[in-house]
């Protein structure tokens, strides 16, 4: 708002009303933030009903964007800003390298310390293979439940946002702001949104606390498992089966590598901390997918597999990983003596932080005070973007509509109840922020 605006006494307040009018039937575009004049009451906050029916209208539109994380999600950014746009309200993107994805932050409000971020991806996961009973792209609402990819996780929680952007972005409404944080990529490792908040801790006045949308049925989680994976690819030297002596095969390589992580698993599984809140408690280390070979009769040439390794805050991936990392080098080695053309090649593919609890955090207060929450402390086993905000020093929280078990399922979706109560927490926020 220009500071002008900001002093009644400058200005009489009938003149400005009658200017304010005269514009007004004009339509000449003057900025929004003198509409209406400050001394008009502000207008009532719409019902959580009449919110939650126009999330519902934007959740449809957005779930038509079919932003799975190997496709351009900037249809639907370019939407979101069309949105804003029309509030008067600018936002930033933030592209990625090659330009075919971006995030997009903006601040709704005036440009004070003290706001909340409301941060959720905007990627989903594929269809390809499930069993969908609608087309997952168009909203189908069947007994109280809104079907759709994307429904929970998490554009549920966009959609909530962005219905009551209008509110956040009325002129003189807020006295701290909301910023709202789009990412890309998150479905595949979470690597859209440090770019982001590097800039919002470089660029945005700094904010109270911020909220990750994620699934939780409107209930407040203070904690996550971090996420660190890898692919593994192991090159041997082709031969015929018979002939062992003349060639090396990478599955039989691959395979000892593969028997160290499995046994790495079974260790952190006994070395479980029992008062961890986690469910398993324990770091869990998994293969995900193998490749390798071409028939029974080669010495495979190539294999190559895929692990992920999801560690509770506190516990260090690349410790626990080192004593692996440094067999495999003793092996490459061996490998590579035989046959230099062979070796294998360890690329780290995701490395996600874990999201702590923070004693007395002021994220989890504002978060259950607008949630209505009073339930005990809460920690997911899936990773988000919340360890990465944290770890950029924002107190944070996740909090968002569904369930977490809907999320990536055919028939993916989320009640409508659960859009009512992300609408009554979107005008508590408006309230809060107001105050
Ligand atoms: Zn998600």
Redesign the pocket.
Known sequence: MPDMFRHPPIIPADLLVARWTLKQVQGDGFPREVVPPYNAPMPALPTTDALAASAIDLLAKLIAFDTTSRDSNLALIEYVEGLLGDLGVTATRVPNADGRKANLYATLGPRTEGGIVLS??TDVVPVDGQKWSSDPFALTEREGRLYGRGTC??KGFLALALAAAPLFAEPGRLKRPVHLAFSYD??VGCLGAPSMIAEIAKHLPRPAAVIVG??TSMEVVHGHKGITSYIVTVTGHEAHSSLTHLGLSANMIAIRLMHGLSELAASLERAADPASPFMPRHATLTIGQINGGTAVNILARECTFVFDLRCPPGMDPMAILAPFLAGAKTIDTEMKARFPDTGIDIVRRSLTPAFAPEPDGEAERVARSLAGDNGPPRVVP?A?EAGQFQQAGFSTVICGPGSIEQ?HQPDEYVDRVQMERGAAFMLRLAEMLAG
Do not use: C, L, N, V
């Open positions: 959720g991806h996780d998490m998150e479905e994620e699934p899936y988000a999320a």
